[in-house]
Protein backbone atom coordinates (compact mmCIF):
# COMPACT_ATOMS: atom_id res chain seq x y z
CA UNK A 1 0.00 0.00 0.00
CA UNK A 2 1.42 3.31 -0.99
CA UNK A 3 1.76 5.59 2.22
CA UNK A 4 1.68 9.56 2.66
CA UNK A 5 2.33 10.40 6.40
CA UNK A 6 2.34 13.92 7.39
CA UNK A 7 4.88 14.47 10.73
CA UNK A 8 1.37 16.69 12.59
CA UNK A 9 -2.26 15.81 12.75
CA UNK A 10 -2.52 19.34 14.66
CA UNK A 11 -0.08 22.21 15.08
CA UNK A 12 -0.70 25.80 16.84
CA UNK A 13 1.74 27.97 15.98
CA UNK A 14 1.55 31.82 17.22
CA UNK A 15 2.05 34.56 14.25
CA UNK A 16 5.50 35.06 13.50
CA UNK A 17 7.01 31.95 14.07
CA UNK A 18 8.74 29.95 11.38
CA UNK A 19 6.73 26.41 10.63
CA UNK A 20 7.95 23.34 8.91
CA UNK A 21 5.05 20.98 7.93
CA UNK A 22 7.07 17.80 6.66
CA UNK A 23 5.88 15.02 4.56
CA UNK A 24 7.04 11.46 3.48
CA UNK A 25 5.93 9.16 0.85
CA UNK A 26 7.36 5.43 0.83
CA UNK A 27 6.05 4.66 -3.25
CA UNK A 28 9.11 6.34 -4.96
CA UNK A 29 6.93 8.63 -6.46
CA UNK A 30 8.63 11.81 -8.59
CA UNK A 31 6.01 13.78 -7.67
CA UNK A 32 4.96 15.29 -4.69
CA UNK A 33 2.17 18.28 -3.61
CA UNK A 34 1.18 20.75 -0.95
CA UNK A 35 -2.55 21.50 -0.84
CA UNK A 36 -4.42 23.79 1.84
CA UNK A 37 -8.41 23.02 2.48
CA UNK A 38 -10.66 25.63 3.70
CA UNK A 39 -14.57 25.07 3.91
CA UNK A 40 -16.18 26.35 0.96
CA UNK A 41 -12.94 26.69 -1.11
CA UNK A 42 -11.80 22.88 -1.59
CA UNK A 43 -8.01 22.03 -2.17
CA UNK A 44 -5.99 24.83 -3.50
CA UNK A 45 -2.51 24.03 -4.59
CA UNK A 46 0.61 25.29 -2.70
CA UNK A 47 3.49 24.03 -4.46
CA UNK A 48 4.37 20.78 -6.33
CA UNK A 49 7.33 19.01 -6.93
CA UNK A 50 8.71 17.02 -9.93
CA UNK A 51 12.17 15.77 -9.11
CA UNK A 52 14.58 16.53 -5.90
CA UNK A 53 15.36 19.64 -6.00
CA UNK A 54 12.75 21.04 -8.10
CA UNK A 55 9.57 22.90 -7.78
CA UNK A 56 6.71 24.51 -8.77
CA UNK A 57 4.39 27.17 -7.88
CA UNK A 58 0.77 26.46 -8.11
CA UNK A 59 -2.01 28.45 -7.22
CA UNK A 60 -1.60 30.08 -4.05
CA UNK A 61 2.29 29.93 -3.21
CA UNK A 62 2.19 33.27 -1.40
CA UNK A 63 3.77 32.99 1.85
CA UNK A 64 4.96 29.69 1.65
CA UNK A 65 8.18 28.06 0.09
CA UNK A 66 8.84 24.25 0.06
CA UNK A 67 11.89 22.00 0.03
CA UNK A 68 12.80 18.54 -2.02
CA UNK A 69 16.16 17.36 -1.15
CA UNK A 70 15.35 13.71 -1.45
CA UNK A 71 12.79 12.13 -3.65
CA UNK A 72 10.35 10.88 -0.37
CA UNK A 73 10.18 14.34 1.55
CA UNK A 74 8.90 16.84 1.09
CA UNK A 75 8.65 20.01 3.37
CA UNK A 76 6.44 23.05 3.27
CA UNK A 77 7.78 25.88 5.02
CA UNK A 78 5.56 29.31 6.43
CA UNK A 79 8.80 31.79 6.52
CA UNK A 80 6.48 33.73 9.29
CA UNK A 81 2.78 31.95 9.97
CA UNK A 82 0.39 34.72 10.12
CA UNK A 83 -3.51 33.86 11.08
CA UNK A 84 -4.89 33.95 7.73
CA UNK A 85 -2.52 31.11 7.42
CA UNK A 86 -4.60 28.79 9.54
CA UNK A 87 -5.95 25.52 7.59
CA UNK A 88 -6.14 22.23 6.71
CA UNK A 89 -2.64 21.14 5.06
CA UNK A 90 -2.58 18.15 2.93
CA UNK A 91 0.26 16.37 1.41
CA UNK A 92 -0.47 14.38 -1.99
CA UNK A 93 2.05 12.01 -4.08
CA UNK A 94 1.99 10.52 -7.38
CA UNK A 95 4.10 8.17 -10.51
CA UNK A 96 5.37 11.19 -13.38
CA UNK A 97 2.14 11.59 -14.93
CA UNK A 98 3.28 9.26 -18.28
CA UNK A 99 2.99 6.02 -16.11
CA UNK A 100 0.32 7.21 -13.46
CA UNK A 101 -2.67 9.63 -15.42
CA UNK A 102 -1.95 12.05 -12.32
CA UNK A 103 -3.55 9.68 -9.48
CA UNK A 104 -2.37 11.16 -6.57
CA UNK A 105 -2.08 9.22 -3.09
CA UNK A 106 -3.21 11.74 0.03
CA UNK A 107 -1.33 11.90 3.42
CA UNK A 108 -4.01 12.72 6.45
CA UNK A 109 -3.27 16.03 6.81
CA UNK A 110 -2.02 18.59 9.47
CA UNK A 111 -4.43 20.86 10.83
CA UNK A 112 -2.66 24.34 11.54
CA UNK A 113 -4.10 27.14 13.69
CA UNK A 114 -1.88 30.37 13.81
CA UNK A 115 -2.46 32.25 17.09
CA UNK B 1 -9.41 26.71 -18.73
CA UNK B 2 -9.35 23.21 -16.99
CA UNK B 3 -12.08 23.16 -14.47
CA UNK B 4 -14.31 21.15 -12.46
CA UNK B 5 -17.72 21.51 -11.22
CA UNK B 6 -19.97 20.11 -8.59
CA UNK B 7 -22.78 22.19 -8.74
CA UNK B 8 -23.94 20.72 -5.24
CA UNK B 9 -22.31 22.01 -1.73
CA UNK B 10 -24.53 19.89 0.49
CA UNK B 11 -26.82 16.78 -0.19
CA UNK B 12 -28.93 15.35 2.19
CA UNK B 13 -29.86 11.53 1.59
CA UNK B 14 -31.60 9.25 3.66
CA UNK B 15 -30.48 5.80 4.88
CA UNK B 16 -30.89 2.84 2.32
CA UNK B 17 -31.71 5.58 -0.28
CA UNK B 18 -30.07 6.05 -3.76
CA UNK B 19 -27.11 8.83 -4.35
CA UNK B 20 -26.31 10.68 -7.06
CA UNK B 21 -23.31 13.25 -6.52
CA UNK B 22 -23.04 15.69 -9.53
CA UNK B 23 -19.39 16.49 -11.28
CA UNK B 24 -19.11 18.53 -14.44
CA UNK B 25 -15.50 19.28 -16.37
CA UNK B 26 -14.54 21.54 -18.98
CA UNK B 27 -11.33 20.39 -20.68
CA UNK B 28 -10.12 20.45 -24.36
CA UNK B 29 -9.24 16.99 -24.26
CA UNK B 30 -10.66 13.99 -22.80
CA UNK B 31 -9.39 14.70 -19.06
CA UNK B 32 -8.55 11.49 -16.29
CA UNK B 33 -11.07 11.93 -13.93
CA UNK B 34 -11.34 10.94 -9.87
CA UNK B 35 -13.73 10.86 -7.17
CA UNK B 36 -12.37 11.02 -3.59
CA UNK B 37 -13.71 10.77 -0.16
CA UNK B 38 -12.72 12.45 2.84
CA UNK B 39 -14.25 11.66 6.48
CA UNK B 40 -13.83 14.25 9.14
CA UNK B 41 -10.56 14.98 9.85
CA UNK B 42 -8.62 12.25 7.64
CA UNK B 43 -7.36 12.96 4.33
CA UNK B 44 -8.62 11.82 0.92
CA UNK B 45 -9.09 8.21 -0.32
CA UNK B 46 -9.40 7.60 -3.92
CA UNK B 47 -13.44 5.85 -4.68
CA UNK B 48 -12.26 5.37 -8.34
CA UNK B 49 -10.84 6.79 -11.22
CA UNK B 50 -11.17 7.25 -15.48
CA UNK B 51 -8.68 7.23 -18.20
CA UNK B 52 -10.08 5.46 -20.94
CA UNK B 53 -12.48 2.64 -22.10
CA UNK B 54 -15.56 1.63 -20.42
CA UNK B 55 -17.43 4.64 -18.88
CA UNK B 56 -19.29 2.71 -16.46
CA UNK B 57 -16.45 2.61 -13.71
CA UNK B 58 -16.75 0.73 -10.38
CA UNK B 59 -14.81 1.56 -7.41
CA UNK B 60 -14.75 0.64 -3.50
CA UNK B 61 -17.52 0.94 -0.91
CA UNK B 62 -19.91 -0.13 -3.77
CA UNK B 63 -19.61 3.29 -5.36
CA UNK B 64 -19.78 3.80 -9.14
CA UNK B 65 -19.24 6.48 -11.53
CA UNK B 66 -20.59 7.46 -15.50
CA UNK B 67 -18.21 9.16 -18.27
CA UNK B 68 -20.57 10.44 -20.67
CA UNK B 69 -18.77 12.93 -22.53
CA UNK B 70 -21.70 14.22 -24.54
CA UNK B 71 -22.60 15.92 -21.22
CA UNK B 72 -19.37 16.70 -20.17
CA UNK B 73 -20.43 14.58 -16.52
CA UNK B 74 -18.53 12.15 -14.51
CA UNK B 75 -21.15 11.71 -11.87
CA UNK B 76 -20.98 9.22 -8.71
CA UNK B 77 -23.90 6.62 -7.70
CA UNK B 78 -24.48 4.72 -5.31
CA UNK B 79 -27.46 2.33 -5.00
CA UNK B 80 -28.09 2.31 -0.72
CA UNK B 81 -26.28 4.27 1.02
CA UNK B 82 -24.73 3.37 4.64
CA UNK B 83 -24.88 6.25 7.44
CA UNK B 84 -20.74 5.16 7.14
CA UNK B 85 -21.11 7.10 3.69
CA UNK B 86 -20.99 10.59 5.46
CA UNK B 87 -18.33 12.51 4.22
CA UNK B 88 -17.15 14.81 1.91
CA UNK B 89 -16.86 14.17 -1.80
CA UNK B 90 -14.24 15.30 -4.52
CA UNK B 91 -14.03 15.09 -8.10
CA UNK B 92 -10.78 16.01 -10.01
CA UNK B 93 -9.16 15.75 -13.10
CA UNK B 94 -6.39 15.98 -14.86
CA UNK B 95 -4.03 15.86 -18.11
CA UNK B 96 -1.16 14.73 -19.52
CA UNK B 97 0.70 17.16 -21.26
CA UNK B 98 4.06 15.75 -21.49
CA UNK B 99 6.06 16.24 -18.61
CA UNK B 100 6.52 17.49 -15.61
CA UNK B 101 4.04 17.20 -12.71
CA UNK B 102 0.61 17.46 -14.01
CA UNK B 103 -1.68 18.25 -11.48
CA UNK B 104 -5.21 17.67 -10.53
CA UNK B 105 -8.07 20.28 -10.13
CA UNK B 106 -10.58 19.99 -7.64
CA UNK B 107 -14.23 20.68 -7.29
CA UNK B 108 -15.24 22.23 -4.17
CA UNK B 109 -16.37 19.19 -2.73
CA UNK B 110 -20.12 18.16 -2.00
CA UNK B 111 -21.06 17.19 1.48
CA UNK B 112 -23.16 14.10 2.16
CA UNK B 113 -25.45 14.05 4.94
CA UNK B 114 -27.10 11.04 6.04
CA UNK B 115 -30.39 10.77 7.65
CA UNK B 116 -31.70 7.88 9.52
Known amino acids: DVKVTQSSRYLVKRTGEKVFLECVQD?????MFWYRQDPGLGLRLIYFSYDVKMKEKGDIPEGYSVSREKKERFSLILESASTNQTSMYLCASSFAADRSYNEQFFGPGTRLTVL | AQSVTQPDIHITVSEGASLELRCNYS??????LFWYVQSPGQGLQLLLKYFSGDTLVQGIKGFEAEFKRSQSSFNLRKPSVHWSDAAEYFCAGGTYSGGGADGLTFGKGTHLIIQP
Open chain 1, 27 to 31: MDHEN
Open chain 2, 27 to 32: YGATPY
